[in-house]
């Protein structure tokens, strides 16, 4: 899920760029003419924002329909000066350069769902949702993440899913399937089918998929279920995927995940529960983000949604060499 596309911002050119193939993608999933004006107006201030004050930057692009409406979601990244008074910033007017000061309050009103997480001198994510109705709110997550592809791919090996089994109980799944590319892709997408045809316990969903992988390169996986009620984690993993839990900006603990590769060799699987309390947040991703990394260098990045969460980890840890996967559970209620 959340595939994202990527685009370089460097020059003048690459603005005309994104918003062609920001428009493309929305057409892909059927959005009208109207919200797809409403998208370039906004993805071309976003980026001109970028070369403005940033020098260069990062545009990430996914678009999907569901049975309620069309999406098409941007996050503008950079490493620049960052904002001081982000709320000042959004003000029609306000400008530390020599532009008409209209760009950030312009993606706002245009866009059906906003946000931004800034730093000064570490630069700022934009994130901005369209659908087909400008009255239409998208609904909120306590679940998301970003997917990016290995510089030079267009499909990405790293995959998440997240389902909700009952009414408190959610389950949250993080895949790599081997290598790059299509046949990775593939792979992830038959590991998390055949994870997700077994509901009994983690373990057994592993080994289902373990022996189930066949012709494509396999890959590794990782199985988190919240049981909200009881207040505890289950947690299964096979390969190099990592998991933590974070009480605000204090890591809880690391999540044990055991050596093998899904498909080819799994010796030792053991599911592990410990404590979850109604406030913790749960981080999965795959070696494609480096470790060492704290959100307490990120201050009030927990008040944020989980997917600017995720973007905020890619942004500053992707090893850019290889697929990346982020996925975040976050409370809504501290969203």
């Known amino acids: 899920m959340n595939t994202y596309k990527t685009i370089l911002v460097s020059d003048d050119s690459s603005v005309g760029f994104a ?6 993608m929305g057409e892909s999933v059927a959005m009208t003419c109207t919200a797809s004006g409403r998208l370039s107006i906004a993805i071309t201030e976003a980026c001109t924002n970028i070369l403005q004050h940033a020098g260069t930057g990062e545009i990430l692009i ?10 098409v979601v941007f996050f503008a990244i950079d490493k620049g000066p960052g904002m001081h008074n982000v709320a000042k910033c959004l003000q029609d007017g306000f400008s530390t350069g020599d532009s008409r000061g209209v760009g950030l309050g312009a993606i706002a009103r245009l866009s059906n769902s906003f946000d931004v997480y800034s730093m000064p001198d570490k630069g700022c994510i934009i994130h901005a ?26 499909a990405c090996g790293d995959a998440w899913d997240f389902a909700q089994w009952a009414t408190n109980i959610l389950r949250l799944t993080m895949v790599d399937g081997l290598g790059h590319g299509d046949i990775a892709a593939l792979s992830a997408e038959q590991i998390i089918c055949n994870l997700n045809s077994v509901t009994s316990s983690l373990k057994n969903s592993l080994i289902h ?17 919240i049981d909200l009620a009881a207040g505890y984690l289950s947690f299964c993993g096979v390969g190099n995927l ?18 093998g ?36 260098d990120y201050p ?21 060499q290889d697929d990346v996967g982020v996925l975040v559970y976050k409370p809504l209620d501290f969203c």
């Open 19 to 24: 918003r062609r193939t920001a428009v493309a």
């Open 62 to 71: 996914s678009a999907w329909a569901d049975s309620d409406d069309t999406h």
């Open 129 to 154: 949702e369209f659908c087909n109705h400008i009255s239409s709110l998208p609904k909120a997550s306590a679940v998301n993440g970003i997917n990016v592809a290995k510089p030079g791919e267009i």
């Open 209 to 225: 998929a373990h022996h189930c992988v066949n012709e494509l390169r396999g890959g590794v996986a990782a199985i988190a279920e």
């Open 242 to 259: 990592s998991g933590t839990v974070w009480e605000g900006n204090n890591k809880v603990r690391g999540l044990v995940s055991h050596n």
């Open 261 to 296: 590769t899904l498909g080819e060799s799994v010796h030792t699987l053991r599911e592990y529960t410990y404590p979850f309390s109604p406030q913790n947040i749960l981080i999965l991703h795959t070696d494609g983000l480096k470790s060492g990394w704290e959100l307490s």
């Open 300 to 320: 009030g990045i927990t008040m944020k949604s989980p997917s600017l969460i995720a973007a905020v980890l890619y942004r500053d840890f992707a090893h850019r």
